[in-house]
């Protein structure tokens, strides 16, 4: 299995606070994910960063804001919390050698519960 | 805009054949397959690539038709181990960057 965490793995917060979630990788890969998970739509892109500093938003990137000051970490930060961010945060990870498109691996997912 | 897959949902009984699509609106330059069972994570199946073969393995096999950007995942002769949810994440071929695109995915329920 890919080395990746995520931290938390459950948090509920009120509306109007801010969040951060942490990914965490071991494995040195290059490109990292952030997806939210909602019933009906599957998986979302929120961010994606392809190297340290370098981030690039997705599809449902109002609201939220990461940062990736080391390889191995990239964080999600929910500036100020509303109920339809009440979602499941999944982490990926991937690597792009010679040019080649890899898999993706996925973290174990944070379910984040704004009251 | 996502890929749509049909069907949304399918009942099998062990032992049974199923097809799951993916179309997109866009052309792509791969898909990827995943299966996610309920309470984790997605799990990598296999990745088609433009202008490759199709690809399988053991009973599980995947095709990639460029022309109608569309992929079909086949699962022959079922097992109660292939339940749960199936999504095909893709890559446009404009893209220029890693942002894949995933469908909305084919909940997959087998029965003994």
């Known amino acids: ?115 | 805009q996502q890929p749509v897959q049909s069907p949304q949902a399918v009942i099998l009984r062990e032992g049974e054949d199923a097809v799951i699509n993916c179309s997109s609106s866009k052309a792509l330059y791969s898909v990827h397959w995943y299966r996610q069972k309920h309470g984790e994570a997605p799990v990598f199946l296999m990745i088609l690539l433009k202008g490759g073969e199709q690809k399988g393995h053991d009973k599980i096999s995947a095709s990639f038709n460029e022309k109608k950007q569309q992929s079909s995942l086949y699962l022959t002769a079922s097992q109660l181990s292939y339940s749960g949810t199936y999504f095909c994440g893709t890559l446009p071929s404009t893209s220029g960057t890693y942002k894949y695109i995933f469908g909305t995915g084919t909940r997959l329920k087998v029965l003994a």
Not at chain 1, 1 to 22: C, Y
Not at chain 1, 41 to 66: A, F, M, N
């Open chain 1, 1 to 115: 299995d890919a080395g990746i965490t995520q931290s938390p793995r459950h948090k509920v917060t009120e509306t109007g606070t801010p969040v951060t979630l942490r990914c965490h990788q071991t494995e040195n890969h290059r490109y990292m994910y952030w997806y939210r998970q909602d019933p009906g739509h599957g998986l979302r892109l929120i961010h994606y960063s392809y190297g340290v500093k370098d981030t690039d938003k997705g599809e449902v990137s109002d609201g939220y804001s990461v940062s990736r000051s080391k390889t191995e970490d990239f964080l999600l930060t929910l500036e100020s919390a509303t109920s339809s961010q009440t979602s499941v945060y999944f982490c990926a990870i991937s690597e792009s050698l010679a040019g080649e498109v890899d898999t993706q691996y996925f973290g174990p997912g944070t379910r984040l519960t704004v009251l």
